[in-house]
Every structure is written in C-alpha cells, then in structure tokens.
Nanobody, 125 residues
C-alpha cells in the first residue's frame, strides 16, 4: 500500500522550532521530487518547499525562506522539514507530496503523484 505519513506536528510558542518527518511506504521516494504544502485554517493550500530527487536543488516560498529547511534521506525513504523561528501565521496542516517532476509553487493535490494525510502545527502564545 502506497502511503506518505507525516509526523512531528505539535503546539509551539512563537519563536520556537519543530521538525516534521514524512515517511514513505509502498514506493521509493528516490525517483521523485518531494514537496511540503500547507493549509492554514480557513485558507487555501500553500506550497512551501521542494527538493529534487537527488537532493541538490531546493526552493522555498518567500513566506518561509530563511526559517525552514527541507531535506531528504532516500535511504530511509523519508522527507524532513526543519522549522525555526515559527510564527502564528505558520499555523497550518502540513502535507508532504511526491511529484514526478521538480516544480515550484504547485499546491494542487492533483498535480502530485502521492499526497500524505497531514500533520498539524499550531503556533500560539
């Protein structure tokens, strides 16, 4: 069974940090670009980052650039997102997604090969 399972979401105060993981099963992520997409309460999907299949190319949305770091471990079939200096506007359900090609800014689920169930990040004092 093909699955992407996100974990690591939590409640954190502004300025805090969190690390998210996305474990894949049923397929190998090494041939896919991997992405993080989020959805804040009452808002649409927002693409936030992509990493190429080999891990050499990275891109971030302006809203998270300099604070978030995407990485991957193909041997562990896992994608990561390190989030620093979290802000209340980072509160969202965070999804990981696998895409056939390396693209930037794509947030629609139907543009991705595989899509996870999400992990909740809440930033509040």
């Amino acid at each position: 069974q093909v699955q992407l399972v996100e974990s690591g979401g939590d409640f954190v105060q502004p300025g805090g940090s969190l690390s998210l993981s996305c474990a894949a099963s049923g397929f190998t992520i090494s041939v896919y670009a991997m992405n993080w997409v989020r959805q804040a309460p009452g808002k649409g999907l927002e693409w936030i980052s992509v990493i190429s299949a080999g891990g050499r190319r990275l891109r971030y949305a302006e809203s998270v650039k300099g604070r978030f770091t995407i990485s991957r471990d193909n041997a562990k079939n896992t994608l990561y997102l390190r989030m620093n200096d979290l802000k209340p506007e980072d509160t969202a359900l965070y999804y990981c997604a696998a895409s056939d090609v390396y693209t930037v800014g794509v947030a629609a689920p139907n543009e991705y090969r595989y899509w996870g169930q999400g992990t909740q990040v809440t930033v509040s004092s």
